[in-house]
């Protein structure tokens, strides 16, 4: 057993299992959008404000947000620890890939009060 | 005239690498990319690599050849020699001991780690301990493997975390030992797997199933394990 303690859920088979669905919601809102998008063409503010603030809207759009930031977590995560390590670059790899995973956790974080604050304002 | 280069270094000797080239005459034969470093160690007796059975069997003999793992002793020629040109390596993401010769010591490491035996702490009993012909078809395609490590050294995961993923070759040990109906640790087989290296750096990227010279199928093993996980974990 590898140990690993800054991966999203602890377990491979976790994020494995998470990095799938998360992939299928983000890939239904997308279609969602995008059908939305184009089955609207003279779309205006007021038509677009009030499809986001139905209940069902706010669960998917919520959902897809949370997808997002676990989904680029675990990849984040992954190719942190694919390429940025101390086999591929000595020393300096731990310190790039904790100035990498720190600043996407920001980053990921950033865009999830955001996108909160966004979808109920 | 066929144009061999041959990946040469001597730690002790050369700052780095090479490329050494030969004139190579095969007398219009299809010879083994073995019988052709054969030939050119007779010429040149420091040339170094490895090999036993010279067919097929021992594993000895894995190399990078025409830029595509598999075993020297049955690669020939005529399946990868194009425009005339041969060029072997050793197997990639391993450390060079000299020439062809690779440092096999992450390889087995992995191996080691996936507990490669039968293990049933049940009292033995009389004579043997039985098999279904159908659970014993379970072990086709996975105990064939002679650990030639063309698999795992064509993978990039194994590549970039040789030390965490257990890499194509371990995980087809790892799921032949899951498989197999008299082993009883299958909970402690799980539960060291379920980490996110060990299996889950695997990304179907095939690489595996495209080189083993055995014709055996890592990733489906790969499969087999996770649906295990999955089923035993949710
Ligand atoms: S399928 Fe998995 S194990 Fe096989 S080469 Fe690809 S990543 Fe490696
Ligand atoms: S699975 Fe195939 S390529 Fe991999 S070590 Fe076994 S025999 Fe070699
Ligand atoms: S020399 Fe034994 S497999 Fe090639």
């Keep these: 057993m590898v140990t690993a303690v800054t991966n999203l859920g602890r377990s491979g088979l976790s994020d494995w299992l998470v990095q799938r669905v998360t992939a299928v919601i983000l890939l239904l809102y997308s279609v969602f959008i995008a059908w939305y998008l184009l089955a609207n063409p003279d779309l205006d503010y007021m038509q677009w404000k009030a499809l986001f603030a139905g209940t069902a809207m706010r669960i998917f759009s919520a959902a897809a947000l949370l997808s997002t930031v676990a989904h680029a977590w675990i990849g984040l995560w992954s190719i942190s620890t694919d390429y940025m390590t101390e086999r591929m670059m000595g020393d300096k790899g731990n310190v790039i890939r904790w100035v990498v995973q720190l600043g996407g956790a920001l980053l990921l974080f950033t865009y999830l009060v955001w996108g909160v604050q966004v979808l109920w304002s | ?234």
């Design chain 2, 1 to 234: 005239m066929l144009q061999v280069s041959v990946y040469r270094y001597n730690p002790s000797k050369d700052d780095e690498p090479y490329m050494q080239d030969y004139q190579f005459d095969t007398e219009g034969k299809d010879l083994m990319v073995l019988d052709v470093l054969e030939q050119l160690k007779a010429r040149d007796t420091s040339l170094a690599f490895r090999r036993s059975c010279r067919e097929g069997v021992c594993g000895s003999d894995g190399l990078n050849i025409n830029g595509k793992n598999g075993l020297a002793c049955i690669t020939p020629l005529s399946t990868t020699v194009k425009n005339n040109k041969l060029v072997v390596r050793p197997l990639p993401g391993l450390p060079v001991v000299r020439d062809l010769v690779v440092d096999m010591s992450l390889f087995y490491q992995q191996y080691e780690k996936v507990k490669p035996y039968l293990i049933n702490n049940e009292p033995a009993p009389a004579i043997e301990r039985l098999q279904s012909p159908e659970d014993r078809a379970k072990l086709d395609g996975l105990y064939e493997c002679i650990l030639c490590a063309c698999c795992s050294t064509a993978c990039p995961s194994f590549w970039w975390n040789p030390d965490r993923f257990i890499g194509p070759s371990g995980l087809l040990q790892a799921w032949r030992f899951l498989a197999d109906s008299r082993d009883t640790a299958k909970a402690e087989r799980l539960s060291d797997l379920d980490d996110p290296f060990s299996v889950f750096r695997c990304h179907g990227i095939q690489n595996c199933v495209n080189v083993c010279p055995k014709g055996l199928n890592p990733t489906r093993a790969i499969g087999h394990i996770r649906n295990m996980l999955l089923k035993s974990a949710t």
